[in-house]
Structures are given as C-alpha cells and as structure tokens.
C-alpha cells in the first residue's frame, strides 16, 4: 500500500523558516514526481494550492508565491520528501500535504501558521 506522512509544521513568526518533510512506503520515490500542495484556513472542500513539484529525474518546479523562498528536495535512500521553506509570510499559513503524482496519494498533512 502506497502512503505518505507528513511532518514537521509548526507556528512560526512571519519571516521565520520551517522544514517539512514526508516519509513514503510502499513505492519508490524515482518512480513518481513527487509533489507538496497546500489548503489555507477556511477554504472547505478538497481545494487545494500547488507548491512545489520534484520530477522522477530530479527537476523542480515552483509556484510563483513560493519562488526562492521554498526548496524542494529528496533523499531517494530514505524515501523522504522536503519542503525547506524560509522568509516566511503570513500567507503561507495553510495545511501542507506532500502528494504522489499520477496516483494522487495525499497524506494527511502538516499544519504551518505564520503569525506574530
């Protein structure tokens, strides 16, 4: 069975840094381009923001919200996603889910709130 879980949110004051990450079973991380996606508060239903994508060979993509403020990265050896996300915004506020691509496996996220 395929599965993802997240960790590592946390509130943070607004231009503070936090690291996300996400543990994978049941697949390995070259086979799928791997994804982080984020829910902001009081948006219902499965609305959810493109972050980041980090493809089977390593290439990755931003938001432009997110752009040199976020790094997507991997560690193949131990099946783990992250997110580094730094100079952080009030708006970044959301629910952080990490996403396997083409099989649209979601854990069940990670809380980050930027507030002073």
């Known amino acids: 069975e395929v599965q993802v879980v997240e960790s590592g949110g946390d509130l943070v004051q607004p231009g503070g840094s936090l690291r996300l990450s996400c543990v994978g079973s049941?697949?390995?991380?070259?086979?799928?381009?791997m994804s982080w996606v984020r829910q902001p508060p009081g948006k219902p239903g499965p609305v959810v923001s493109w972050?980041?994508?980090?493809?089977?060979?390593?290439?990755?993509k931003y938001a432009n919200a997110v752009k040199g403020r976020f790094t997507i990265s991997r560690d193949v050896a131990k099946n783990t996603l992250y997110l580094q996300m730094n100079n952080l915004y009030i708006e970044d506020t959301a629910m952080y889910y990490c996403?396997?691509?083409?099989?649209?496996?979601r854990g069940q996220g990670t809380q980050v709130t930027v507030s002073s």
């Open positions: 972050v980041s994508t980090i493809t089977t060979d390593g290439n990755t």
């Open positions: 996403r396997v691509d083409g099989i649209g496996v």
């Open positions: 049941g697949f390995t991380f070259t086979t799928y381009n």
